[in-house]
């Protein structure tokens, strides 16, 4: 159970690190979403503004960890008590959304502190510019036709299953608790024994649409510095559709024959639980990790080779709360993040709620239909 229950405290820690560092692993011209001159980072009271933030995140998350341990460790010393089991649920919630929240209103706190900084030091952007680059060398995110194999993983998984279907006990576990008790079963139907290759079917889906934000954001090339910013951003972009698309096939291919296995008997559905939950954390680490590396958009690759301190182009106005992107005049449906890891969409566009709205269907859908 110890194992089970060392997930959420783990996954904390995970998200704490990538809380912390997020204004770090910012473009050079990105100072929590508002735009400044690369030099403005050297000036001590955006230093002190980047140490309070991480210090208080970082305070943040350990209490909310060490909270989280202790619950955990209660627990485990008892574990038929449903008041410990029920303490343990709350304190993993919020230990999940308390760091997410104060990151959020502290980077709101300081973003507004920039600003005026901003204004006071007139770093302003006399009139917009843009460069001319062909980036016909620079790396690409993979093919997206790549994610052709996520429908093979499905089709082999479906045909296993209905190859197997007379194995199949009568009545099949579909979930369990933190301890590794079954909490729900399901009557064996064609419907229940296809649920991994649905479920393939659909985290390939997650994935591809993933890769597919990757190749059609909008790339982020710096007027200052357009060959290395377009180089680093290149080799971010295809590092993340490549590890997306490792991570996805493997996370399908696993959870799948995971799940097969335990409904065939050859491993407890809580062993299955824990091989699911261990190649997730791998995942989530591997991504993390990178993160901190390349920074966001590949910033840090690029910082070091930025030659001039200009600031020629300034879009601070098309950012709501410093995170929501909203600029009808550009056509782009996603761009990178203004403050954090990955992409958004352009919120002014409607292909990119028509898209948003189809994932959520297709979600819908899903757990419709494996209801």
């Known amino acids: 159970m110890l194992g089970m229950v060392a997930v959420p405290v783990l996954l904390s820690v995970i998200m704490g690190v990538l809380l912390v560092a997020t204004p770090w692993l910012m473009p050079p011209t990105e100072c929590f979403a508002v735009t400044v001159p690369p030099s403005a980072k050297d000036d001590p009271r955006i230093r002190a503004l980047y140490r309070i933030y991480s210090v208080t995140v970082g305070t943040t998350t350990v209490l909310c960890v060490?909270?989280?341990?202790?619950?955990?460790?209660?627990?485990?010393?008892d574990?038929?008590?449903?008041?410990?089991?029920?303490?343990?649920?709350?304190?993993?919630?919020?230990?999940?959304?308390?760091?997410?929240i104060v990151s959020f209103a502290?980077?709101?706190?300081?973003?507004?502190q920039v600003r005026e900084l901003k204004e006071s030091e007139r770093w302003v952007v006399e009139a917009p510019h843009a460069a001319a680059f062909v980036d016909d060398d620079a790396p690409k995110p993979i093919s997206i036709w790549w994610n052709v194999l996520y429908l093979v993983i499905?089709?082999?998984?479906?045909?296993?299953?209905?190859?197997?279907?007379?194995?199949?006990?009568a009545r099949i576990p579909m979930q369990v608790d933190f301890d590794g008790t079954i909490t729900r079963f399901a009557d064996k139907s064609v419907r229940t024994v296809l649920f991994p290759a649905f479920f393939a079917a659909l985290l390939g889906t997650a994935f591809t649409f993933a890769h597919y934000v990757a190749i059609h954001s909008k790339r982020p090339i710096d007027p200052a510095a357009p060959a290395s910013s377009a180089l680093a951003y290149g080799r971010f972009a295809r590092v993340y559709s490549l590890m997306s698309l490792l991570g996805g096939l493997g996370l399908c291919t696993i959870f799948g024959i995971s799940f097969n296995l335990s409904v065939l008997g050859t491993i407890t559905l809580g062993q299955a639980a824990v091989i699911m939950v261990v190649t997730t954390l791998i995942f989530v680490v591997a991504v993390t990790g990178v993160s901190v590396v390349m920074g966001q958009s590949g910033?840090?690759?690029a910082s070091e080779l930025r030659t001039t301190d200009a600031v020629l182009r300034d879009d601070d106005a098309h950012w709501l709360l410093g995170t929501i992107y909203f600029n009808p005049q550009d056509p782009?449906?996603?761009v990178p993040k203004r403050f954090g890891i990955g992409w958004t969409c352009n919120a002014a566009r409607p292909e990119a709620w028509g898209l948003m709205a189809a994932l959520v269907l297709l979600v819908a859908v899903f757990t419709l239909v494996m209801a």
């Open 66 to 77: 060490i909270a989280c341990s202790v619950v955990m460790h209660l627990w485990a010393s």
């Open 299 to 301: 910033a840090l690759l």
């Open 154 to 169: 499905a089709a082999a998984l479906a045909a296993f299953a209905l190859a197997h279907f007379a194995d199949y006990p």
């Open 79 to 100: 574990p038929s008590s449903v008041q410990s089991e029920r303490a343990f649920v709350v304190t993993t919630m919020v230990a999940t959304f308390v760091p997410l």
């Open 106 to 112: 502290l980077m709101l706190h300081t973003r507004n």
């Open 332 to 334: 782009s449906i996603f």
